[in-house]
């Protein structure tokens, strides 16, 4: 790698409800990337899943509309072949009714089509298979590496009702909840109310950009919401409304992790909901900076930190707070309360993550190239723990490589 540019691996798309959120991040990630200090291969993932090799010239549809926007069909599909020396790799489609299959010369197969190898990945991918600790799993196995949190940080920040039982053992504020784990047995409406009162927020467990997400103060509403978000994953959250204001902090690094100055979200909405994040172009003022006092701000940004490290991440994360206006149960006004963590957040023109760090003196590109070298340096980090056990004694492991302690 030493005689060129770093090769950096942009995926997006994914099989999760928030792939159309994914292209247009990732469009916004891909002009950041400064070419003069690194190339771009773009690896386009389909509804259905399938890896694909994406023409820079043309990888989107509708680019400009958030409700039409898509990939285009693609005539090479993509391997992962894991290993030291891993490679991503032109695969033959499954059959003629693929739409990506082309012919070759003369044999009636696809013709091949040779990839680059990739020094790191950045994957642009929201909701479950995208950040949720899956493709972290076949990249870390593959040997690739890959911006943002690893496994572990990325599973348990995805799931709420995990990621709140591990801030609240750490001793940080989350907001009471209530775990449903069966549509068939929920509590009732009454039950939910005496634990949480009302109105309350009905959430998937494994969901982001407030998919799913319903804020209800009926029993008939009640039995709506629990409807939809079962319809999205297995596992339900109730959650208590925190009735306060909305911050959100980016936060930044791997071992020494920066917190970002605070922002407010103020949702013109009843709650900042999909169509408010990414559809309504007025659905939501974002205040930069909030408006808080000197302990607050140091207070936010020390319980973003606090989190981001307690729910193991690395790389990148917006933490999202509440700033309690009344008590909430043991919580005093002028709480600041977890609501949750997102590992690979926005990256689109509204995102909070980038326009914090841009507002705390980072750039677009700075900061795209400062999450690309932490990747790297969690990779060299990481690949210096011995792999195998030295058997014999002599300093030389099971695999005839000298072994590091």
């Not at 549509?183 to 998937?204: G, M, N, Q, T």
């Not at 969690?378 to 690949?383: F, I, N, T």
Request: aromatic share 6%; glycine share 10%; net charge negative.
């Amino acid at each position: 790698m030493a005689d060129r540019r770093p090769r950096v691996g942009v995926l997006f798309g994914g099989e999760s409800p928030e792939h159309e959120v994914s292209l247009r991040s990732a469009k916004n990630v891909i002009e950041a990337i400064d070419r003069e200090r690194y190339e771009v291969v773009l690896i386009g993932i389909d509804r259905r899943g399938r890896w694909h090799l994406a023409d820079e010239s043309r990888f989107l549809r509708h680019a400009s509309d958030p409700r039409r926007i898509r990939l285009p069909d693609a005539p090479v599909r993509l391997a992962v072949t894991p290993g030291r020396r891993p490679r991503i790799v032109p695969v033959v489609p499954d059959g003629p009714e693929d739409p990506g299959r082309r012919e070759g010369p003369g044999e009636g197969r696809p013709e091949p089509a040779g990839l680059p190898e990739l020094d790191v990945v950045f994957p642009v991918l929201h909701g479950p298979f995208g950040e949720d600790g899956t493709v972290q799993g076949l990249l870390r196995l593959a040997h690739l590496p890959f911006v943002g949190p690893g496994i572990l940080g990325s599973a348990v920040c995805m799931d709420k009702d995990v990621a709140k039982r591990l801030l609240r053992d750490a001793g940080i504020p989350v907001a009471p909840f209530i775990t449903v784990l069966s549509r068939r047995e929920p509590p009732s409406w009454d039950e939910a109310v005496a634990a949480l009162d009302a109105p309350i927020f009905v959430k998937p467990a494994n969901m982001g950009s407030s998919v799913g997400v319903s804020k209800v103060d009926t029993d008939s509403d009640y039995r709506r919401a629990l409807d939809e978000a079962f319809s999205f994953d297995t596992k339900v959250l109730l959650e208590r409304t925190i009735r306060g204001r909305e911050i959100e902090i980016s936060v930044l690094g791997n071992e020494a992790p920066e917190a970002s100055i605070p922002g407010e979200i103020a949702p013109t909405h009843a709650f900042y909901s999909y169509e408010a994040k990414y559809l309504d172009h007025d659905g939501a003022d974002l205040l930069i900076p909030a408006d808080l006092d000197a302990e607050t701000t140091a207070r936010a940004r020390d319980i973003a930190v606090r989190a981001f490290r307690a729910l193991c991440c690395e790389g990148m994360a917006r933490v999202d707070l509440f700033l309690a206006a009344e008590a909430c149960g043991p919580l005093p006004a002028g709480s600041l309360v977890v609501n949750e963590i997102n590992t690979l957040p926005g990256f689109t023109r509204i995102s909070m993550y980038p326009k914090l760090w841009a507002a705390s003196g980072v750039s677009y590109p700075e900061l795209v190239d400062r999450l690309i070298r932490l990747a790297i340096e969690r990779a060299e980090r990481d690949e210096r723990l011995a792999s195998a056990i030295d058997l014999q004694g002599d300093g030389e492991t099971g695999d005839g490589e000298a072994g590091s302690g």
